[in-house]
């Protein structure tokens, strides 16, 4: 019953995050998409940096924005902050619920480190914080007039920090600590920069003093940092789609292969919207995503001995006692109410039928069995490797004998 009502609360935490999430970057991309094509208006008003027109659901829009303050404000001025932290603490709800409350399946990877879960926990929160500190000295160090070094600087110290968490915690569990801390960079930059920023503004405006430019433009660093940051956090939340991309030896370099991609293909609009027109970041970023596809290729299991196992002897019994404890109809492994995934594989049709995924998430990835609970073998993963590609096939005699 607990677990049960846990599923029902992560659901709708996870529907909450995706929501709040879609509305913070709508609103994010939507800005940046301002900045980036706002023009000169037709005629020059005072104080007017740029204009921009557009029809949307029927209605006729023009939007203009200042060069600096305006020379006063209106009664309502709409601020965007929720969005941000609302999706920051339903992302780390989630994080507990999934990662933290479940961190024998999800965090802890007996294989790879035999860390307490507390230090494996510890370790985790520690990235996000420690993230944003080391972040946000960057950003206020000279080096915030170099945007290249720091783009340079950042980008290496995420894939560092991705590098560690493998190390310590189950791969899946690493690469969205790498997006979490990502998030909690883009979060912050809204509470602790973007809109004390704007509130000191806005108060000095209300002073009758001439606002702190400096104020602003520090901001705008920030939310065009976290523009970039959007393309590969998104791939981080999909990612556990893809045991081919974290489950892989090599995880924590394609997963910055897939965010200097995003981050490319995120520049070239950037660039389009300003005018340019860039003619090799796309062609860049495809090739490089076909590299990594290459790259992260499963090995071959062909040998000779793989049409000659024998289902019954040799592949069935792995799966009976690796896999079936969680995926049957009627799962005896704790806190399981029903076969994860909709996938059943006590039968050898279904065991057959599930061929394909078996491969992808047993073989070619470690993702199957979560954590390695059922502690199976390598030996095993490569002979179900073997029967799979070998064609899957199931003995007819014996299929009438069962
Ligand atoms: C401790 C329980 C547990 C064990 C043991 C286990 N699984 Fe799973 N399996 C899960 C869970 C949980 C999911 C759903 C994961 C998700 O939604 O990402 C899943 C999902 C799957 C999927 C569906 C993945 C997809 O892409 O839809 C396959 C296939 C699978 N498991 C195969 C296996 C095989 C093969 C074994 C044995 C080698 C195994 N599992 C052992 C818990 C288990």
Known sequence: M??????????????????????????????????????????????????????????????????????????????FKWEAYLTWVSGVSLLFLVYYFGADGMLIDPDKSSLSKAAVIGIGLGSLVGGWLTYDLLCKSPLRHRSALLTAICFTG???????????????????????????????????????????????????????????????????????????????MVSSHYPMTYGHRLNWALLAGISLAGACTRHWFNLRGQGHRNRWLLPVAAVLMVGLAFVSKPKTYASPAGGNLDFYQEVYPILQKRCVTCHAAQPTFPGYLAPPGGVILETPEQIKSHAAKIMQNAVNTPYMPPGNLTKITEEERSTLGQWVQAGAKIPKAMKHAE
């Open 2 to 79: 607990l677990a049960h009502v846990q599923e029902w609360v992560e659901l709708l935490v996870r529907w909450f995050h995706v929501i709040v999430g879609a509305a913070w970057i709508g609103t994010s991309f939507y800005f940046n998409w301002l900045n980036n094509n706002v023009r000169p208006p037709e005629e020059a008003e005072e104080g007017v940096g740029g204009e921009v027109w557009a029809v949307h659901g029927g209605g006729f829009y023009r939007v203009v924005k200042y060069k600096e303050a305006p020379p006063s404000l209106p009664g309502t001025l709409h601020w």
């Open 158 to 236: 995420i894939t560092a920090v991705a590098y560690g968490l493998v190390q310590v915690m189950g791969s899946r569990a690493a690469y969205i600590h790498v997006g979490a801390m990502i998030g909690t960079c883009m979060a912050a930059n809204v509470f602790f920069v973007i809109i004390p920023g704007q509130r000191a503004m806005v108060d000095a405006m209300a002073e009758g003093e001439q606002p702190d430019a400096s104020r602003g433009r520090d901001g705008a660093l920030r939310s065009l940092h976290n523009n970039y940051f959007t393309l590969p956090v998104l791939f981080i």
